[in-house]
């Protein structure tokens, strides 16, 4: 497994996304990832499903040392009150100590910055996590916020596949020495899969388009990727992508179609994104 040396953070460049997971799918689908090799997972507080996660971390078996935990605090919740309440409720509710990761789920032009960020950081000194991060930050953002914080941020996750370029954000994320991980990887298993480039190098490399295209962003230093699926014959399948690797021409190939630029995840409180 890579992992991403990230300002003092090691985080597995494999998680496994756990949005709309529910309930006992949940328990299991989080315990099976983990039994077939995931040591990644991400919540959020949004998702409704930290108890379900810690849960299912519990019946995995395996050590909760050796799983990096990831979750956020909601964008409605940002102020320093709030973030307070929100950060500890989730440490509560996954109910297996502190999270590896915290982030701030998306940015909030009505909350100054500032106090977020030191919110954040507080959330740091108090032991809830072990590192911080934030996410759906453009690059100016991430500028603002990484010279606004005392501990460094660990990462920017944001949206990234092979239709969509991230150039600034990849830039902004070297420049402070922190991860970049890709939500929504596989393209919420879309168009993306079906795209003539990715079906034919699938086709030739006898791998699944989802494998292509995860190894893709994998091959990308600082780049982690966090699939999600509710089909447990899949877990593995999207695992499975460090035993090859793409040519030259086939990662330039994927790399030309980010220009597309298609973004899946464009809620009203999204930020003004960067263009490139
Ligand atoms: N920070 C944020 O604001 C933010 C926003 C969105 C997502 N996220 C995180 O990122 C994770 C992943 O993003 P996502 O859930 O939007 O999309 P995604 O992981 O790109 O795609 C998930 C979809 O792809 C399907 N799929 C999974 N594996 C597949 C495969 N091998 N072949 C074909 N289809 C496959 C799944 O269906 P089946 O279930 O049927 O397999 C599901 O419908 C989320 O779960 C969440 O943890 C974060």
């Given at each position: 497994?890579?992992?991403?040396?990230?300002?003092?953070?090691?985080?597995?460049a494999?998680?496994?996304?756990?949005?709309?997971?529910?309930?006992?799918?949940?328990?299991?689908?989080?315990?099976?990832?983990?039994?077939?090799?995931y040591?990644?997972?991400?919540?959020?507080?949004?998702?409704?499903?930290?108890?379900?996660?810690?849960?299912?971390?519990?019946?995995?078996?395996?050590?909760?040392?050796?799983?990096?935990?990831?979750?956020?605090?909601?964008?409605?919740?940002?102020?320093?009150?709030?973030?307070a309440?929100?950060?500890?409720a989730?440490?509560?509710?996954?109910?297996?100590?502190?999270?590896?990761?915290?982030?701030?789920?998306?940015?909030?032009?009505?909350?100054?910055?500032?106090?977020?960020?030191?919110?954040?950081?507080?959330?740091?000194?108090?032991?809830?996590?072990?590192?911080?991060?934030v996410?759906?930050?453009?690059?100016?953002?991430?500028?603002?916020?990484?010279?606004?914080?005392?501990?460094?941020?660990?990462?920017?996750?944001?949206?990234?596949?092979?239709?969509?370029?991230?150039?600034?954000?990849?830039?902004?994320?070297?420049?402070?020495?922190?991860?970049?991980i890709?939500?929504?990887?596989?393209g919420?298993?879309?168009?993306?899969?079906?795209?003539?480039?990715?079906?034919?190098?699938?086709?030739?490399?006898?791998?699944?388009?989802a494998?292509?295209?995860?190894?893709?962003?994998?091959e990308?230093?600082?780049?982690?990727?966090?699939?999600r699926?509710?089909?447990?014959?899949?877990?593995?399948?999207?695992?499975?992508?460090?035993?090859?690797?793409?040519?030259?021409?086939?990662?330039?190939?994927?790399?030309?179609l980010?220009?597309?630029?298609?973004?899946?995840?464009?809620?009203?409180?999204?930020?003004?994104?960067?263009?490139?």
């Amino acid at each position: 497994m890579k992992i991403i040396e990230a300002n003092g953070a090691r985080i597995p460049a494999l998680g496994l996304g756990t949005y709309t997971l529910k309930d006992e799918t949940c328990v299991r689908l989080v315990a099976q990832g983990i039994e077939d090799g995931y040591r990644h997972i991400d919540t959020a507080r949004m998702y409704g499903n930290e108890a379900e996660v810690g849960k299912g971390i519990a019946a995995s078996g395996i050590d909760r040392g050796e799983i990096f935990l990831t979750t956020k605090v909601w964008w409605t919740d940002l102020s320093a009150e709030a973030f307070a309440d929100s950060a500890r409720a989730a440490v509560d509710a996954i109910g297996l100590g502190p999270v590896d990761l915290l982030l701030i789920h998306w940015p909030n032009r009505d909350v100054p910055l500032e106090e977020t960020i030191e919110a954040l950081n507080a959330a740091l000194e108090q032991g809830l996590t072990r590192a911080i991060g934030v996410a759906n930050f453009t690059a100016p953002m991430l500028d603002e916020a990484a010279a606004l914080s005392p501990a460094p941020l660990a990462c920017n996750q944001v949206e990234y596949h092979p239709f969509l370029s991230q150039e600034s954000i990849l830039g902004a994320c070297r420049r402070h020495g922190m991860a970049m991980i890709a939500y929504s990887p596989i393209g919420q298993g879309g168009e993306l899969l079906a795209h003539p480039v990715i079906a034919g190098i699938a086709a030739t490399r006898g791998r699944t388009p989802a494998q292509i295209v995860l190894r893709w962003e994998l091959e990308q230093d600082i780049v982690g990727a966090i699939p999600r699926t509710s089909n447990p014959a899949r877990l593995k399948e999207n695992l499975d992508v460090f035993d090859f690797e793409l040519t030259e021409e086939e990662h330039k190939a994927i790399t030309a179609l980010t220009t597309k630029r298609q973004r899946l995840v464009d809620p009203a409180f999204a930020p003004n994104w960067d263009r490139i």
